[in-house]
């Protein structure tokens, strides 16, 4: 089993769609918890950490569930430039300099 | 300035070469890491360096040789690689490399083909 698991999609949406994506982990000693962003041939750029009390930046939304071993990332107001690969990651409490990526979930907004 | 720029952006390489990509970051980080990423799949890790001390291999073979010549440079050395060694390279630097949370900024990273 993936350490780090997300469906991979893609997620066709509309431009001012709303779309969520899930991720969950595998290991219990999971302490920190993040969504990347990766545009095609460019590299990862963090989007935002994630707490277990839920954060939201602007139309970006993550939630923590620790005890199902859950995380989520909604997007409100989809627009094109959202497009992307989300890579959903966590790091270890014995081994936090490691980034353990899951496989991402492609989002494509169209017009 | 969030930086980190990678040296070269793309490489060709025959099996016999002997090439190394470069990473540098003007920061002030403390920690340096190498990824992996082959296409259409995740970044994996590779080597850390903190405080210019390797400080994690990930059982990489010895082919690809890690150096920290100081806190702002970090390089792969690469020698008698094999075609399955191709993928994008990626360079990344976070503040200490101790404290759980820390933000991992990426290069660009070095897109690698190995004939």
């Known amino acids: 089993r993936k350490e780090v698991e997300q469906d991979p999609g893609p997620f066709n949406v509309p431009e001012g769609a709303t779309v969520a994506f899930n991720c969950t982990y595998s290991?219990?000693?999971?302490?920190?918890f993040f969504w990347y962003r990766q545009d095609c041939r460019k590299e990862p750029k963090l989007l935002m950490s994630?707490?277990?009390s839920g954060n939201e930046d602007g139309r970006f939304t993550a939630q923590l569930n620790r005890a199902s071993q859950y995380i989520s990332l909604l997007i409100r107001d989809s627009k094109l430039s959202d497009s992307a690969t989300y890579l959903c990651?966590?790091?270890?409490?014995?081994?936090?300099?490691?980034?353990?990526f899951g496989t991402g979930t492609r989002l494509q907004v169209f017009p | 300035d969030t930086e980190v720029t990678q040296t070269p952006k793309h490489l060709v390489m025959g099996m016999t070469n002997k090439k190394s990509l470069k990473c540098e970051q003007h920061?002030?980080?403390?920690?340096m890491y190498w990824y992996k990423q082959k296409a259409k799949k995740p970044p994996e890790l590779m080597f850390v360096?903190?405080?210019?001390?390797?400080?994690i291999n990930e059982s990489v073979p010895s082919r690809f040789s890690p150096e920290c010549p100081n806190s702002s440079l970090l390089n792969l050395h690469l020698h008698a690689l094999q075609p399955e060694d191709s993928a994008l390279y990626l360079c990344?630097?976070?503040?200490?490399?101790?404290?759980?949370?820390?933000?991992?900024?990426f290069g660009p990273g070095t897109r690698l083909l190995v004939l």
């Open positions: 990344a630097s976070s503040l200490q490399g101790t404290d759980w949370g820390e933000t991992q900024y």
């Open positions: 290991n219990s000693a999971s302490q920190s």
């Open positions: 994630v707490y277990s």
């Open positions: 990651v966590v790091t270890v409490s014995y081994n936090t300099d490691k980034l353990i």
């Open positions: 920061m002030g980080h403390r920690a």
């Open positions: 360096y903190s405080y210019e001390k390797l400080s």
